[in-house]
């Protein structure tokens, strides 16, 4: 038999507006595996935390779960406390009654509360089969892929770089810049485009820490965080970039022109191009 303990959270109102927090409590105090059965106003709260705390203690819980709001929120916040008092911290799981269950159900809390026992009996089915585990240590590249060079990639590249990090930063036209390029002004304060996003594309260009592989797609990541494994494919611009200067001579001597997709189908541009005049890198 395992020794499961269940907390059940009010948020204020936000949960026990809502649900019918005793009827909840008294259902699961004669629950398969439920050792305690608990409620409080706030379960983050230090007193909160203590109630969990004291009965991992006293009771010689083997499995917790807190039934409250988004995991993304508190789900630290009582695995630390799980810690604190001997319990392994992926032994303690949460069941969001709040954005999953009362937020959705305002009117209806009859059902609200029966949704709200269900989703608890599934976590505590998951707690039952949950085992403890511990951190491990690894090597990892400290270096970061940031795909696409519109102006969030550029400014995200420039701020891990800035950090002290290498970054690759990876865009499949011939220029960094995105759709911010063809722009006048921006919204809401109408600024000039070419002011807010100039000063950018220069700095990524000529950052110590940052590679530009323009011209380039990611086909293929593997691996996990620390260490992905991304296979890159660079198409073929048919120029030497090591030769090319970016002077432009041979868009002036190319014969050919062809639709421009930069301005959208309403101009030509040469076989042979830059994006912009100023375009980075500023190479065919």
Not at 2 to 11: E, P, V, W
Not at 83 to 101: S, T
């Amino acid at each position: 038999m395992k020794k499961i303990g269940l907390f059940i959270c009010h948020c204020g109102i936000n949960i026990a507006g809502t649900i019918d927090i005793p009827e909840v409590k008294k259902f699961f105090s004669e629950y398969d595996d439920i050792e305690i059965s608990d409620d409080y106003k706030y379960m983050c709260s230090e007193p909160g935390q203590k109630k969990l705390r004291d009965a991992i203690v006293e009771k010689n819980l083997d499995g917790v779960v807190v039934a409250c709001c988004s995991p993304r929120m508190h789900e630290i916040t009582f695995r630390n406390a799980a810690l604190a008092a001997g319990l392994n911290p992926y032994k303690v799981e949460i069941a969001n009654i709040r954005e999953q269950c009362s937020w959705v159900h305002q009117r209806e809390k009859d059902k609200a509360t029966k949704k709200a026992v269900d989703i608890i009996k599934t976590m505590i089915e998951k707690v039952k089969k949950d085992e403890p585990l511990q951190p491990i240590e690894f090597e990892i590249t400290k270096r970061a892929l940031v795909i696409g060079g519109g102006i969030a990639g550029i400014t995200a590249a420039i701020d891990v770089a800035n950090a002290g990090y290498e970054v690759i930063l990876v865009e499949k036209r011939h220029s960094i810049g995105g759709k911010m390029l063809e722009l006048s002004e921006t919204f809401p304060t109408l600024d000039c485009a070419q002011c807010t996003l100039t000063p950018k594309t220069v700095e990524a260009g000529r950052h110590p820490k940052i590679k530009l592989m323009v011209y380039s797609e990611v086909e293929e990541v593997k691996g996990y965080i620390g260490n992905f494994d991304v296979k890159i494919r660079k198409k073929a611009s048919y120029v030497d970039w090591n030769k090319c200067t970016g002077c432009g001579l041979c868009q002036e001597k190319c014969p050919t022109k062809t639709e421009s997709e930069f301005d959208h189908g309403l101009g030509e541009r040469k076989a042979i191009y830059t994006l912009s005049p100023q375009a980075v890198t500023n190479k065919t």
